[in-house]
């Protein structure tokens, strides 16, 4: 067979082969050629093909393949046809360079106001006044002033520079390497996709990107297509082309009526084989790319909008394969401005709290520079009723400069631009360790988010189960075997008739292939209930091998492929005598129903009525489920060659079947997950069984798994009845309805993808109990896309799941398995936790900073701690801080607390009384130091010290001490819900240690060799042993605060939610919609401003009429929504499909303190 299909590709007439030589080497097709065949559908595509090659196997000749054997998988074959038709993959588009991301890093506002200043600072430094008129100017430049410290002016400006230069470069440096992780992942995704081809006849599975053009593929049920194709074969084959078209109706393709296959689009449904036409930049998804990468800007603009509105989301063309993912991924990613792709809950927060903090710190710098500048005027012109010289002019400038940068110091301390960092490094540290736990993050929120997850609802098969089915029971000629029979016992007409109804009723890419390694289990290749079925043919000692090669796939007559409306599978084939022959498969329930005969045992054919149906339900099939089988039912009907059948008319032809035999299939637990869902529970995350198996097999499964408790008051529903449940006399589906029944819902059987959506949804958009619920799916197959998408965060299955599914879903379980979940809920908490170790150390900073910036500036004329020490202290808290407390590990611990809701505040009362009682200690420290320091250490004063003076002992320890506290304090942030032991687990975290110790190392460094640049003088080992003991008392300082209980501190308010009832909805609504970077959303801030006063006052009103009438207030979103559109019109963005529940949940938490639910 093969010699024979590869010589007819050499002996083909002479002079056509005289035609073809022109084209490039030696095939009979130019990629121009090809690329206009692509570029043609349906009747038009079909007639090309049959005017220029005569048929498809004449296109494969011309490229020098074979329909059935495929390429010979030759190197240089398969390189040569790379060199001419390019290869199947589509270039990224350039990531920035790293220059481009330090340009972005300059644009902060912060940065560049201290830039300014520096620069002015040096200018002034190198203009000395003319003449000696330095008297006349006031005692402004006595004190120690030589020759050597006039020349070190520019030491402070320089020093600043310095230091800005070192946070651009470490932001630069972070975006950078997030961005190169990014495309690690996209290329890892990448490798991870294969596809099926034929090669020298036999099946491969090669990476995507080695596809060539003339490879033989096979396009299956929920593939995504990779390269465009010309379909040869093709069984039921039912394409979604709305990716690139925008229709959403499924497109039938057939080898006689459409047989163009595009890549980038979904098969949906069927079968087939293709002969790859176009790879890479010349398929039509590539074409599409180029297009983008060349347009542009705009042109990328408008295509988002046009994407946005195109109900498919087209995106999901970018498949998980060839770079086009990371490609759009990666423009998704840079749109937003980097960290920001999908505001998520906990950024929502941040940005929110870091907004209100940089305006407290604003009010502050300003009012220190005020009182600066207000009391040397009074002071030199006043006071002193000096007159202001034009000669002076230079000097005064230079103080006023000085005040402008302490001031500028004071706004750079309290602002903590080291949040978005800390988010950043948590995150992308996260998605790292997570990918060793077999989790792959595709959109990075989606790991925080899990950590906030009450609900997962998840498949069984695969996930909860090990996806290796076996037939344990049977039902065959009357009797119910318990095990699997011996051939010997069955009669050989039936035996014959289940081992063909098998073998061939099954897609062929399904096999059974012997084991591995000695002594392994044998491998399953395929869809593994089809396995399952192939493996009891074994069982029964024949093989189904000889049996597909008597007939080949391409004999098939006609093939109904299994989807989940139809839940069976059916094949016809044409018999010798000219009749036909149907073999049907599919879910015992479903099948039984069609069945009008059965065969007795021996092998003859006996009625088979409802009564007998309802018997054979009673005693075989719920027993079998009982035992948590999965009941399938095989059966085969005869057509005479008389008339044949109208084979459209499914109902028709798949109907009065004969029953061959029912099995039992044992998909067994996974042994780990009942401890999983068990983790789950105790965490406070309801675990959801949602399968489309019998009732009886899904509640006997649930209950092995520990989703259900005998005794406890739960509700296991079949599709039909919960959509009765959810469901008005008009058919539509309620909330109110919805809301009875998924608190109790835990077995969702014989589901529809569409119930499933439903399900999801409805508990999403749910407003009873305490919290809104966020919700986790699990899917596999393609029709779980939507509700992977609606989803908080979706789950896919690495090695079951279809290309679709993987699309649609944030994180991909590269090992199928459900404990992996609950690792990515430990990693979601781990995340939201780091960030609050982290603002609860950087807020303790910056107010002890801030108030010692103000008060000393007020009081001594001259803030405590300089410029460049600000600066340095800045680096640590943000910058190191970020590092060592967003990088440590989860830890059990993390699944003991209930999950935080969508409204829990980001700084707890504890947190809050952390950080406040070490502020008291550090301030208390620090201004006995700056007022009666000189005494206690008998050294000079610091205060009052003329501009340029030499820096002085007394300063230098006050900064001193000041980095000591906050070292010791990093150590007590470790821990957050006020637990004693703060360094346990600390040797766990090597990042921490190294970069307390380091912080440490290089502060001894600044202090004794710092000098002139950091303002300080060398101190001597009684000194530096004074700052440590101060430093340590920050320890023990942290466990007297844990004494006092945080529950008689009702004082004390949360902060990071919003504070006000409707403040929350409000601005997170504003938040999660504008997306733009504080310094911008200020400068926006006037425009919205107007808007948002009219809001909050509708809302208010709306809330107390609302709860007046506590009825529903969908009225109230309604109308908020509108006000909200408004408000868009002003921002020009679009608006995200969540406002609504955003709106919906808050209020109602916000006027039902007591969480009563609302009726």
Known sequence: MGDMANSSIEFHPKPQQQREMPHVGGFGCTLAELRNLMELRG?????KIQEAYGDVSGLCRRLKTSPTEGLADN???????????????????QPKTFLQLVWEALQDVTLIILEVAAIVSLGLSFYAPPGEE?????????GAEDEGEAEAGWIEGAAILLSVICVVLVTAFNDWSKEKQFRGLQSRIEQEQKFTVIRNGQLLQVPVAALVVGDIAQVKYGDLLPADGVLIQGNDLKIDESSLTGESDHVRKSADKDPMLLSGTHVMEGSGRMVVTAVGVNSQTGIIFTLLGAGGEEEEKKDKKAKKQDGAVAMEMQPLK????????????????VPKKEKSVLQGKLTKLAVQIGKAGLVMSAITVIILVLYFVIETFVVDGRVWLAECTPVYVQYFVKFFIIGVTVLVVAVPEGLPL????????????????NNLVRHLDACETMGNATAICSDKTGTLTTNRMTVVQSYLGDTHYKEIPAPSALTPKILDLLVHAISINSAYTTKILPPEKEGALPRQVGNKTECALLGFVLDLKRDFQPVREQIPEDKLYKVYTFNSVRKSMSTVIRMPDGGFRLFSKGASEILLKKCTNILNSNGELRGFRPRDRDDMVKKIIEPMACDGLRTICIAYRDFSAIQEPDWDNENEVVGELTCIAVVGIEDPVRPEVPEAIRKCQRAGITVRMVTGDNINTARAIAAKCGIIHPGEDFLCLEGKEFNRRIRNEKGEIEQERLDKVWPKLRVLARSSPTDKHTLVKGIIDSTTGEQRQVVAVTGDGTNDGPALKKADVGFAMGIAGTDVAKEAS????????FTSIVKAVMWGRNVYDSISKFLQFQLTVNVVAVIVAFTGACITQDSPLKAVQMLWVNLIMDTFASLALATEPPTESLLLRKPYGRDKPLISRTMMKNILGHAVYQLTIIFTLLFVGELFFDIDSGRNAPLHSPPSEHYTIIFNTFVMMQLFNEINARKIHGERNVFDGIFSNPIFCTIVLGTFGIQIVIVQFGGKPFSCSPLSTEQWLWCLFVGVGELVWGQVIATIPTSQLKCLKEAGHGPGKDEMTDEELAEGEEEIDHAERELRRGQILWFRGLNRIQT??????????????????????SVLSQLHDVTNLSTPTHVTLSAAKPTSAAGNPGGESIP
């Open 43 to 47: 009747a038009e595509a079909l007639q």
């Open 75 to 93: 190197t240089n074959d398969l390189e040569k046809r790379r060199q001419i038709y390019g290869q199947n993959f589509i270039p990224p588009k």
């Open 134 to 142: 330095s008297e006349a100017c006031g005692n402004v430049s006595g």
């Open 322 to 337: 060839s770079a086009e993912g990371g490609e759009m991924e990666e423009r998704e990613k840079k749109k937003a401005n």
């Open 422 to 437: 800390a988010v950043t490094i948590s995150l992308a540290y996260s998605v790292k360790k997570m990918m060793k736990d």
């Open 810 to 817: 944030d994180i991909i379980l590269t090992d199928d398995n």
């Open 1100 to 1121: 208010q009103m709306e809330v107390v009429s609302t709860f007046k009438r506590s009825g529903s207030f969908q009225g109230a979103v309604r109308r908020r929504s």
